[in-house]
């Protein structure tokens, strides 16, 4: 079965490449501004903010591919439990 990345990271592309994971990439267009500000502006912490990241674009790629397996990723920096852009 054909994953769905829904993710513009090349560098995880790769590591699916790598182990012959069959995917396509498809980008959820998310703006992770816009997501970012108010959930800091809530007091999410790095580790809520890069999950709810992931789960709002997976989330978003999934309803146009209903039938399919997407996985969603994110990743921030933090330094000392602070986000830094």
């Known amino acids: ?13 790769q ?10 990439v498809i ?4 703006d992770e501004d ?3 500000d108010a959930l800091l502006a809530e007091g999410a912490d790095p580790l809520t903010i890069s999950k709810n990241l992931a789960e709002i674009k997976s989330i978003k790629v999934s309803i146009k591919n209903p039938n399919r397996l ?7 920096v933090s330094l000392n439990n602070e986000l830094i852009n």
Do not use: F, H, P, T
């Open 27 to 30: 980008v959820s267009n998310v």
């Open 1 to 13: 079965m054909k994953i769905i990345l829904a993710s513009q990271s090349g560098v995880r592309k």
């Open 15 to 24: 590591i699916l490449d790598k182990y012959k994971i069959d995917n396509e």
């Open 34 to 36: 816009e997501v970012k």
């Open 70 to 76: 997407v996985l969603g990723a994110d990743s921030v």
